[in-house]
């Protein structure tokens, strides 16, 4: 006569069945708000803004300044090629997500109950809209990499015995990834560096010789460095090495310097962020929590959230978004605390919490920055005109909704007018916008009004033309400086009236 299976043997294969398609619909779910949004994001708005215009012949660093890494540039290229790269860009991104959480749940499993790791992984795509990453900020991309990558360490670590240490081919492959990673973001080496060292300890605790290890070090430093000398090697050879250089390397320690209370501002919304995920350091060891497994699986996800964490910490901008980079190893670390009810209850509070206040987050970027609509009323004020359009301070994608020519080589508007570029990129802000001004631009956008880190001689520079010889032809009116506003040369309006548009007044509104 059969037995009925123990429910400690079926529910765990259930949840690992449905743990895809759960990871599917959430991740869906949290980031519904944002898409098909080209204001999404100031970022990725001049990311496709160079994609697009690489595929008609603009090489980044010279037609169009950025320090960037060129892949970056490059896959954004390649949205274009599926209209004009917002959906893309965005389904591309929600794909990801959903990869790099599932692979987040089978690093859960290793350490915790599949329906711990399947909570933990959960945290990952709901964590990202607190963060500004519900559209396509870089990190969204290469985390997935990153995962990948701790995976094959943990799949090194399983098999290092057997194979004597030899950990040469495994540790290529995770090398190969961090190393297009490399070029989306250079941020991510932290990780990498942490991966190659932990492949070399492996590799010599399960008996693999020193010349043996140092061949394997020269070639995992080799392969992660591949595509960027590559990079480098493709500019030489079209004459612009030295733009390369400068804008990979040289520029950004030319940067100056933000005001300590900007820097301390960003520091609290940042560890605001970050602090609930960071709670397994203090709950596991309060409530005698330990992670399944084996513990060299545990000490290798720990010490892949230390690295990530130094990555943020040694810039020191604090931006929001610099936290996307640590929410899937700070994730996976919450599995384990499934195994007691007080470790279940905060996970699932912070689940709740994180939908609740991620959609609320992405509804008033939303409000400020405006969407499809606000993007396409600026446009229309600027279709039928001659010339080129200028974005002092505002959404780049107005370039690209306006189909305009660029009036300078510095698009993005944070080089134009951050006070601690000023001169980063070689460039004197002030003069630059003066410039531009002087070859009267048939509309210029910019916001009012203006914020402590900005250049005053550059805004001086734009309104004392936008004061003479410019009218006001559309604002949107959000709430503090997020007024955008679009002015046009004084006799090229067609007197039309100031077009003022305002968002939906509450966060139910804008639902209905």
Known sequence: MPTTPARSSVFPLSVTRTAPYVLAVITLMVRWLAFDNPLADLDEQFYRLVGGRMLHGALPYVAIWDRKPVGLFV?????????????????????????????????????????????????????????????????????????????????????????????????????????????????????????????????????????????????????????????????????????????????????????????????????????????????????????????????????????????????????????????????????????????????CGLLVVGVVLGQKAVWRQTRDDGDAVVLDAAAATARGQPGCVFVYDGPAAFYDATRSCLPTRYPFPGHLQQRIEDRADGLDQAAEVARIMRGRPRRVMTREPSYPDENPAARAALYAVLDAAYQPVFRYQSSGRAAIVVYALRGTAEDRPLQVMHPPASFLAALR
Not at 151 to 168: C, I
């Open 75 to 347: 896959l954004f290229a390649g949205f274009h090629l599926f209209g004009d790269g917002v959906l893309a860009s965005q389904s591309a991104a929600l794909v990801c997500v959903w990869l790099t959480a599932l692979g987040l749940f089978r690093l859960g499993c290793r350490i915790a109950p599949p329906a711990g790791a399947l909570a933990a992984a959960l945290l990952y795509p709901v964590w990202l809209d607190l963060a500004g990453g519900a559209s396509a900020q870089t990190p969204v991309f290469y985390n997935l990499l990153t995962v990948c990558a701790i995976g094959l360490l943990l799949h090194g670590q399983d098999v290092a015995a057997a194979r004597g240490g030899n950990l040469r081919a495994v540790g290529t492959g995770a090398m190969a990834l961090f190393g297009l990673g490399l070029q989306i973001k250079t941020s991510i080496v932290f990780e990498g560096v942490f991966c190659g060292v932990a492949f070399l300890v492996i590799s010599r605790g399960a008996g693999r010789k020193w010349a043996a290890l140092y061949v394997d070090a020269v070639l995992w430093i080799a392969v992660a460095l591949a595509p960027t000398v590559f990079a480098a090697a493709v500019y030489a050879a079209l004459g612009q090495g030295d733009a390369w250089w400068f804008a990979n390397v040289i520029s950004i320690l030319h940067r100056g310097t933000e005001r300590a209370a900007t820097r301390h501002h960003r520091f609290v919304k940042l560890l605001t962020v970050v602090a609930p995920l960071l709670a397994p350091f203090v709950l596991l060891p309060l409530l005698r929590i330990r992670p399944l497994g084996t513990r060299a699986d545990a000490r290798v996800l720990v010490l892949w959230a230390l690295a990530a964490l130094a990555g943020v910490a040694v810039f020191g901008t604090w931006f929001r978004h610099y936290a996307l980079p640590l929410f899937a190893p700070l994730a996976v670390l919450a599995a384990p605390l499934w195994r007691r009810r007080t470790g279940r209850i905060w996970v």
